[in-house]
């Protein structure tokens, strides 16, 4: 438990996966692409922008040549201005030009992302909650979450920042080679033999040190594990006398952190040591090389300080590469995630709300025929063993059995959260699969094992059953959901925030609510999966004439385990380990000797 939480823990800090760029991963990538296609000309001209500044940010170490040229009476062989004024100024109206331009550049790939990334963001909440029920139980909630946080994230990321750094970077490092070269073929062909090698073996380094520190980390993570481990076994360490063992056992663990520590301090210090000689050692050599170029009048002052501004440019655009590259692969990896529950087969349901439109209305007849299910997810455990019964409409079913025996499964089906291997499900004499899922939906509900209400008002949570209904309407189905009373006892009455961060609710009140949206929902079938706590007698009363309530004129499946609520029932079903194995009224099921109803109804009488 202890080393579960930790991990997760971890894993969460941990840096996302990269993916490999290749042809492949762009072309699904270019289906992502289409969502900058409504927002394509702000996009075309964030681009344009961004060329722009990124050129102008490329002149000015030019300016700076010219100005120092200019000052000791020198021509820069440059089509800039003699004077320092005209430089000067032409340099001022520059900034500003420049100012403008990086303004609009930054607003619009910001805008641009935030509505693209919030339109992807809808579309995978919307794919994500429209998926099959089997899909959720293959994964975990966290993970769906980081998709639709993280890796949404990093995504936007890459569009705001990664690309346009990216554009802004390349165009630094041609612009910058090509100034280069035109003040002097020469000394550019010296930094050239010498700055990339240094560069590479730079950032492998950084890297290298990173990971280092990392595996670092990680060990100390673990070793706070045998702490968290110890601390919550406390009682066991000090009843075998283990003191000694776990003392050691945690300072093992702290010699190693400290080794890979060291470790990584040897290498930052070589790290320091190389950046400090090579580097710093390479850009001296240039500038004296150019320096005896100067003296031999190769080259003026002015043109040696901006060949090496637009050095330095060209190195550090070197260097951001591999970080911006990474930023790639990770943008790649999330996309590709995303891409994986968007390109996921849904549910037949579309966003434009159809909720209201029926297409074919059902009466209420249900009937199972020959039912067979395990989950997708368990396939081995044949959940429902060929069930067969009928209700027909106006009727009430009731289901009982041991826990475990595949009562709220069938519930599940009967809803089409799954599908069974073979059988039917059949409303009204007619195949399931004949009619649309928001029908089928929309005309049964279910007044579920454990009511789960949502963050809002109680106003809300009853809506919920019908998003149209009228205050009135809420009223009225709360008040014959026996949940008028102690809802209008709350100061706010109903708009008490509820949920997990507001009043908490006792088990039968949340069931009133819960009562009170399927009422406001008004279906043909009903399901009540009843829950097992127990609730006190004056309760009971109050949930018991709700469901009584409720059940009138409609299709009722009774999931009981309080036998005593379904002795009206007009059929009672005797679930056992998936299969039907009695069947019958209250009467005739207790005249069943050693009938599993007669014995449970006996335990819960001696109750
Ligand atoms: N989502 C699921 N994935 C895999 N197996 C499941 C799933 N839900 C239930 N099961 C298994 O199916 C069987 C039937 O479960 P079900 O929830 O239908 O029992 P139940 O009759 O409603 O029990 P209870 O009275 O305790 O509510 C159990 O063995 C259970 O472990
Ligand atoms: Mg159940």
Redesign the pocket.
């Known amino acids: 438990m202890a080393r579960g939480r930790l991990n997760s823990g971890n894993a969460a800090e941990k840096e996302l996966p990269k993916a490999k760029i290749n042809s492949q991963s762009l072309k699904k990538i270019a289906k992502l692409l289409t969502y900058l296609r409504p927002y394509g000309i702000r996009f075309g001209m964030a681009l344009f922008f961004l060329l722009l500044s990124s050129l102008v940010g490329l002149a000015f170490p030019k300016f700076l040549g010219a100005l120092i040229d200019a000052a000791q009476g020198k021509s820069n062989h440059s089509f800039l201005p003699n004077t320092l004024n005209g430089i000067a100024l032409l340099a001022f109206t520059l900034l500003l030009f420049q100012a403008f331009v990086s303004f609009f550049r930054v607003l619009w790939f910001v805008q641009v992302a935030e509505k693209s990334l919030a339109d992807i963001r809808r579309d995978t909440y919307f794919k994500l909650i429209t998926l099959p029920m089997n899909f959720f139980?293959n994964r975990r909630v966290g993970e769906l979450n980081s998709r639709i946080s993280a890796d949404l994230s990093q995504i936007q990321d890459a569009i705001t920042t990664t690309l346009a750094e990216m554009i802004r970077q390349l165009i630094l490092l041609t612009g910058g080679i090509t100034f280069l070269v035109i003040v002097s073929p020469k000394l550019t062909l010296t930094l050239l033999l010498i700055m990339p090698v240094l560069v590479v073996v730079a950032v492998f380094f950084g890297r290298f040190i990173r990971k280092l520190s990392r595996q670092a980390q990680d060990k100390l993570a673990e070793s706070n594990t045998v702490v968290e481990e110890t601390l919550q076994g406390i009682a066991s360490v000090k009843a075998f006398v283990n003191e000694a063992f776990e003392a050691n056992r945690y300072n093992k663990n702290l010699r190693e952190v400290v080794k890979l520590a060291v470790k990584g301090a040897t290498f930052r210090g070589l790290f320091a040591s190389f950046v400090v000689f090579c580097l710093f050692g390479a850009i001296v050599g240039v500038i004296w090389y150019g320096s005896v170029m100067v003296s031999h009048q190769e080259l003026t002052i002015g043109q040696l300080t901006e060949f090496v501004i637009y050095g330095l440019f060209v190195s550090a655009s070197m260097g951001s590469f591999p970080e911006l590259y990474a930023n790639m692969q990770k943008a790649v990896g999330a996309s590709e995630r995303v891409l994986e529950i968007l390109d996921e087969k849904g549910e037949d349901i579309s966003i434009d709300n159809v909720k209201n439109k029926l297409k074919q209305k059902i009466e209420g007849n249900l009937e199972f025929d020959n039912v067979v299910f395990s989950?997708p997810?368990?396939p081995e455990?044949i959940?429902l063993k060929g069930l067969s019964f009928k209700a027909l409409a106006g009727q009430k079913v009731a289901i009982v059995?041991p826990?475990?025996?595949?009562?709220?499964?069938m519930a599940a089906l009967i809803l089409q959260f799954y599908y069974p291997q073979s059988g039917e499900i059949l409303f009204d004499g007619k195949t399931a699969k004949s009619y649309s899922l928001t029908d089928i939906r929309n005309q049964v509900a279910i007044v579920p094992?454990d009511v789960m209400l949502f963050g809002g008002t109680i106003l809300e949570n009853i809506a919920y059953g019908k998003l149209s209904a009228t205050k009135d309407e809420i009223i009225k189905a709360a008040q014959r959901a026996n949940a008028h009373d102690f809802i209008s006892s709350f100061p706010e009455g109903y708009d008490t925030i509820v949920g997990e961060r507001g009043v908490k609710l006792s088990g039968g009140q949340r069931q009133r609510i819960a009562i009170a949206r399927a009422l406001l929902k008004n279906p043909a079938i009903l399901i009540l999966d009843e829950a097992t706590s127990s609730l006190d007698s004056e309760s009971e009363r109050l949930v018991q004439e709700a469901l009584e309530e409720l059940m009138k004129n409609r299709t009722s499946i009774i999931i009981a385990h309080r036998l005593s609520t379904i002795r009206e029932a007009d059929n009672i079903l005797v679930l056992e380990k998936g299969e039907i194995i009695e069947a019958g009224n209250h009467q005739e099921l207790m005249g069943i000797e050693n009938g599993l109803y007669k014995y449970l109804s006996g335990l819960q009488f001696e109750v």
């Open positions: 139980s989950y997810s368990r455990l959940v059995g826990s475990g025996s595949g009562k709220s499964t094992q």
